[in-house]
């Protein structure tokens, strides 16, 4: 137990940088994402054939492969940034296709009169999404963007195989300094990962509650 | 004289194996009143919705203005400004209030200034009736008062032509009168006007001319009076002796 409590300023600066990779990385795959439900929903077909491209290529692929692609693929083509960053990418890359799904299914959850009137006004498509459509998907779209930013926070995990420093990696350290104490170790480190998921699963609820109330 | 604000021409349209439309022709003239009536089915909802392309076309031209319709796209938005929609089921956009359902399009579409739009929007609303009601939200309404801003939504863009999808068909009876009146005093206003109705009564007090559908193919176009004193086709005859007999 003293290792743990002797280094809580390790896992307190580890799962900083754990939350921060998720943060990062929700912001990105939140515009990506978004962008990439209205490729699916756009009128023009190939815009619309690039999205599910997109989406059933990365949701399909193992984190990992994503991972081991951005990291040692994109240097290969002369694209260096240094480890966190990488990770930042990955993360927001594998993200995004299920961050498009869960908007695409809640514009889907808008009934298409709603579009038709807002075309009849003579508003564009992406008038129509941003001013109509969205705003009305929006109190549907936070549930399962919830688990979809849960399940990123512990895909950050992964990130720890790749040279960054977050919450894994942290945890690695202190085993390594102090075997006898692993089991503490291991305990405290899913402690900080429930703490994080439960405070995100928290914020999104409060979230939804104040978008139905409006 | 003659001045064509809306024309089809050898219009087709199928859905899938089923042919809606089947070589339209039909012309409105400038601030004439058209009203489509025929069976369920016989394609005059699908008529309507082609003319600002909510339904696309399998052949023939429509144009609006001298303006044939644009491909999918901005062009096609700004011809969209220009023709009034009102639809069955109202389509209020449900997270605005009554008053920004109205000032929507022309902020966003025509760039008019909010204070403007305000201004406009609420004598427009004044207009239909419901002035009172301009910070409700479009749930909180009546059926028949949500048409009415529906209405007015479409009014607030200075349409050259306002379609209209069975606008009475979803509302109970005793709000029916309400949402007439307001197209009859557009329609004595001058206002163009395709109205595809079930309402016998608003076709012969308002239309210069009824058009009779059937099967997909326009059957007959004469005036009210012509087409409910003597009908020229045997479907129509059949179709009016149905609905007029109780």
Known sequence: ?214 | MSDPLVVLEGVNKHFGDLHVLKDIDLTVERGEVVVVIGPSGSGKSTLCRTINRLETIDSGRISIDGKPLPEEGKELAQLRAQVGMVFQSFNLFAHKTVLQNVTLGPIKVLGAKKADADARGKELLERVGIASQADKYPAQLSGGQQQRVAIARALAMDPKVMLFDEPTSALDPEMINEVLDVMTSLATGGMTMVVVTHEMGFARRAANRVVFMDAGRIVESSTPEQFFTAPSSDRAKDFLSKILTH
């Open chain 1, 1 to 214: 137990m003293d290792t743990v409590f002797g280094n809580l300023d390790v896992f307190a600066e580890a799962f900083a940088r754990t939350l921060s990779l998720t943060l990062f990385a929700a912001v990105g795959a939140l515009i990506l994402g978004t962008l990439i439900a209205a490729m699916r929903v756009s009128p023009v077909p190939p815009l619309r054939w690039l999205g599910a491209l997109y989406v059933q290529a990365v949701r399909n692929t193992p984190l990992t492969v994503v991972f081991t692609f951005v990291v040692f693929g994109l240097p290969e083509v002369d694209v260096k940034l240094p480890f966190y960053r990488f990770a930042v990418l990955a993360l927001t890359l594998y993200t995004a296709a299920f961050v498009a799904e869960a908007v695409r299914s809640g514009i889907n959850s808008v009934a298409t009169g709603q579009a038709e009137a807002s075309r009849s006004v003579g508003m564009t498509f992406m008038q129509t999404l941003r001013l109509v459509i969205l705003p009305q998907a929006f109190a549907n779209i936070i549930p399962p963007l919830a688990s979809v930013f849960i399940a990123l926070l512990k895909n950050t995990s992964i990130a720890s195989a790749f040279g960054v420093f977050e919450g894994i990696q942290g945890m690695n350290q202190l085993i390594n300094d102090d075997g006898s104490a692993v089991i503490a170790i291991i305990l405290t480190a899913a402690i900080c990962y429930l703490g994080l998921a439960l405070g995100l699963a928290a914020l999104f609820n409060q979230l939804e509650r104040r978008v139905r109330a409006s």
